[in-house]
């Protein structure tokens, strides 16, 4: 069972780093061409950036390989004797808690580089060092309190229950949805979040809202720019807890029609119920999950020289439900990717096609959204169609679209079927 479970890891390595490495190949050849949707200038930056996050990817992707044997190999069993004084919950909490940060320190390397370097070579990051400190150690208290409170629970029911697989489902369930209506206020100790200081487009977004009958907590901007110039809106938390939230760079890059639009697409997601859709194959994959892991041999855990033991099933979920993700993921990306076709005609008819692709246009050259990708990098990873298709689906049929310049809107010079 170890064996295959083993040889399941080998062939997603396989398949991941072959899609990385051809969709660098695609992009470094059509980078050089003609521009599409961006103009020249913004699409071979574009394709740089894209080339070089990649690059970083691959490199990532071999490292988390080498890792993954290293531990299976005497990394656990090595952890395992390390905390042999513990039991029970005890041990789970403070091996899986050790577990999850050697992996941060291994992993630390590769994300200094892309904060630091990569980032701030093509003018995204704007995050200082004491400030990627303080956002280091927030996201440690939180995870130390929580995440261990998490794994004491799983380890508790684990060895309460001889089904405890079910259980666990059920209370690794309810935590996500928990953990989803308080982010907003967990993103509070990240960011200043103010009420929209523009009353005019707060109230244009309050119709608009009303108008498809969502109800949120606020309208808030978000000081995203302190850490980072990419162009984002979101809808936060569950139930009373949600809340619109703009990036102050995207206010200040977009017209109020073309904010509109965005939230349009978001409102778009929420009318056709995507998130309790999302929410639904979440616990769907995650019940999948718990029955595998639930009732795995011993035979697994003695091939990696651990006790079939609360902190043992925990860690052996954390290895290897990567490989089901990611299997799983072309199906659910394309589920995802019909439901942005569908928010984007929603978007679309909240205020119009001219105003969405002026938005789009803007977030791909502010963020330096690569239009192509290769096919088969888009069937593996692409959760969002890429954007020329989104401009297709939405009736763009115009060649000239990759001449306008970074900081224009169309001007009516899109052409539609």
């Given at each position: 069972?170890?064996?295959?479970?083993?040889?399941g890891y080998?062939?997603?390595f396989?398949?991941?780093?072959?899609?990385t490495?051809?969709?660098i190949?695609?992009?470094?050849?059509?980078?050089?061409?003609?521009?599409?949707i961006?103009?020249q200038?913004?699409?071979?930056?574009?394709?740089?950036?894209?080339?070089?996050?990649?690059k970083?990817?691959?490199?990532?992707?071999?490292y988390?390989?080498?890792?993954?044997?290293?531990?299976?190999?005497?990394?656990?069993?090595?952890?395992?004797?390390?905390?042999n004084?513990?039991?029970?919950w005890?041990?789970?909490?403070?091996?899986?808690?050790?577990?999850?940060?050697?992996n941060?320190?291994?992993?630390?390397?590769?994300?200094l580089y892309?904060?630091?370097?990569?980032?701030?070579?093509y003018?995204?990051?704007?995050i200082?060092?004491?400030?990627?400190?303080?956002?280091?150690?927030?996201?440690g208290?939180?995870?130390?309190?929580?995440?261990?409170?998490?794994?004491?629970?799983?380890?508790?029911?684990?060895?309460?229950?001889?089904?405890?697989?079910?259980?666990?489902?059920?209370?690794?369930?309810g935590v996500?949805?928990?953990?989803?209506?308080?982010?907003?206020?967990?993103?509070?100790?990240?960011?200043?979040f103010e009420?929209?200081?523009?009353?005019?487009?707060?109230?244009?977004?309050?119709?608009?809202?009303?108008?498809?009958?969502?109800?949120?907590?606020?309208?808030?901007?978000?000081?995203?720019?302190?850490?980072?110039?990419?162009?984002?809106?979101?809808?936060?938390?569950?139930?009373?807890s949600?809340?619109?939230?703009?990036?102050?760079?995207?206010?200040?890059?977009?017209?109020?029609?073309?904010?509109?639009?965005?939230?349009?697409?978001?409102?778009?997601?929420?009318?056709?119920?995507?998130?309790?859709?999302?929410?639904?194959?979440?616990g769907?994959?995650?019940f999948?999950?718990?029955a595998?892991?639930?009732?795995?041999?011993?035979?697994?855990?003695l091939?990696?020289?651990?006790?079939?033991?609360?902190?043992?099933?925990?860690?052996?979920?954390?290895?290897?439900?990567?490989?089901?993700?990611f299997?799983l993921m072309?199906?659910?990306?394309?589920?995802?990717?019909?439901?942005?076709?569908?928010?984007?005609?929603f978007?679309?008819?909240?205020q119009?096609?001219?105003?969405?692709?002026?938005a789009?246009?803007?977030?791909?050259?502010?963020?330096?959204?690569f239009?192509?990708?290769?096919?088969?990098?888009?069937?593996?990873h692409?959760?969002?169609?890429?954007?020329?298709e989104?401009?297709?689906?939405?009736?763009?049929?115009?060649?000239g679209?990759?001449q306008?310049?970074?900081?224009?809107?169309?001007?009516g010079?899109?052409?539609?079927?």
């Open positions: 069972m170890l064996e295959i479970a083993i040889i080998c062939i997603y396989l398949i991941n780093f072959y899609t490495f051809m969709q190949d695609y992009v470094q050849k059509a980078k050089n061409g003609n521009a599409v961006l103009n200038s913004g699409f071979k930056i574009a394709g740089n950036y894209s080339v070089e996050s990649n970083l990817g691959l490199l990532t992707i071999l988390d390989f080498m890792l993954f044997f290293l531990w299976i190999g005497f990394g656990l069993e090595a952890l395992n004797t390390l905390t004084d513990y039991t029970g005890v041990k789970a909490v403070i091996f899986i808690d050790s577990f999850i940060i050697i941060w320190l291994f992993a630390l390397p590769f994300d892309s904060t630091f370097s990569l980032d701030k070579r003018g995204f990051s704007n200082t060092k004491k400030l990627y400190i303080q956002d280091t150690l927030k996201s208290v939180l995870f130390l309190i929580f995440g261990s409170a998490a794994i004491a629970g799983l380890a508790l029911i684990i060895e309460s229950f001889p089904s405890w697989w079910i259980y666990g489902f059920g209370f690794i369930f996500v949805i928990v953990i989803n209506i308080l982010a907003p206020y967990f993103m509070m100790l990240f960011n200043k009420p929209l200081k523009d009353e005019i487009l707060k109230e244009k977004i309050e119709i608009l809202l009303k108008s498809v009958g969502f109800k949120s907590s606020g309208v808030f901007s978000s000081d995203a720019s302190k850490r980072d110039n990419r162009l984002n809106a979101y809808f936060g938390g569950l139930g009373g949600k809340r619109v939230v703009l990036f102050d760079t995207l206010i200040e890059k977009l017209s109020h029609n073309e904010l509109l639009a965005v939230l349009g697409h978001e409102l778009g997601h929420a009318k056709n119920g995507d998130i309790y859709k999302n929410i639904g194959i979440m769907f994959v995650l999948i999950f718990f595998i892991f639930g009732n795995l041999p011993d035979e697994v855990f091939g990696l020289g651990l006790a079939n033991e609360p902190y043992a099933i925990i860690v052996v979920f954390m290895l290897f439900s990567s490989i089901f993700s299997f072309p199906l659910i990306s394309a589920m995802s990717r019909h439901n942005e076709y569908a928010a984007d005609r978007g679309s008819e909240m119009t096609k001219e105003d969405l692709i002026n789009l246009l803007k977030l791909a050259n502010e963020n330096k959204s239009p192509l990708s290769h096919p088969l990098y888009i069937f593996f692409y959760s969002h169609p890429p954007l020329v989104r401009f297709k689906a939405l009736g763009f049929y115009g060649a679209i990759g306008i310049k970074e900081d224009e809107a169309l001007k010079n899109c052409k539609y079927e």
